[in-house]
């Protein structure tokens, strides 16, 4: 079956603008992550979501970053007033459910923020 | 605080040779341990470990978890050049979120 989708594959973006991205997560998955990996780093969670839940919002690293996800679907992360140091790979992952479950990662979106 | 360290940073190996790479790990409420291959942008799922001790396999490429000292490894045998990429090591948070904490990764690079 497919799995998950991100999109756009790459967005440059001017400083200050807002960006949406975009994930789809392998059907029937309830789980949803949100990672960013910037050049050269480990990957860094940024929120979980259980349905359209998100019982974990820890890892956002301003009010600047939100996202939100309808039913066991579709999920937005939204960065408004981008600045150069959101530049990165964002990395969408599902998994069957939250616990115990191993997580499937899409091919990311690059933002660059110029 | 809670970290995941890998080594070696980056590891160049020729074709055929058998590679062991390294995770420690400092996780609350540890539950597992995963290991990723990346090699553009979307890292691919290898292995989950939950129990300590037991060898999980797939091909070339095996893993084990000690939950005693905190750390898992993974090997893979008759490299070749289609193994070249950077592994991911994560732990999984326990409590109510299941988010990965992930190390930086182990470059690996064979030559033929």
């Known amino acids: 079956g497919a799995g998950v989708s991100q999109s756009p594959s790459n967005k440059v973006t001017e400083k200050g603008k807002d960006v949406e991205l975009r994930c789809d997560p392998i059907?029937?998955?309830?789980?949803l992550y949100w990672y960013r990996q910037r050049l050269g780093q480990g990957l860094e969670f940024l929120i979980y979501f259980q349905g359209n839940s998100a019982p974990d919002k820890s890892g956002l690293p301003s009010d600047r970053f939100s996202a939100e996800r309808t039913g066991e679907s579709v999920s937005t992360l939204t960065i408004q007033r981008t600045q150069q140091e959101d530049s990165a790979v964002y990395l969408c992952?599902?998994?069957?459910?939250?616990?115990?479950?191993?997580?499937?990662f899409g091919p990311g979106t690059r933002l660059t923020v110029t | 605080e809670d970290k995941v360290v890998q080594s070696p940073l980056s590891l160049v190996v020729h074709e055929g040779d058998t590679v062991t790479l390294n995770c420690s790990y400092e996780?609350?409420?540890?539950?597992?341990l995963l290991w990723y291959k990346q090699e553009k942008k979307a890292p691919t799922f290898l292995f989950m470990l939950t129990s300590s001790g037991i060898e999980k396999k797939s091909g070339r490429l095996s893993s084990i978890l000690d939950k005693k000292e905190l750390f898992s490894i993974l090997n893979i045998t008759a490299t070749q050049t289609g193994d070249s990429a950077v592994y991911l090591c994560a732990g999984n948070y326990g409590g109510a979120t299941n988010k990965l904490i992930f190390g930086t990764g182990t470059l690996l690079a064979i030559q033929p």
């Open positions: 996780v609350t409420n540890f539950r597992s």
């Open positions: 059907s029937g998955h309830t789980a």
């Open positions: 992952a599902s998994s069957l459910r939250s616990l115990s479950y191993e997580q499937y």
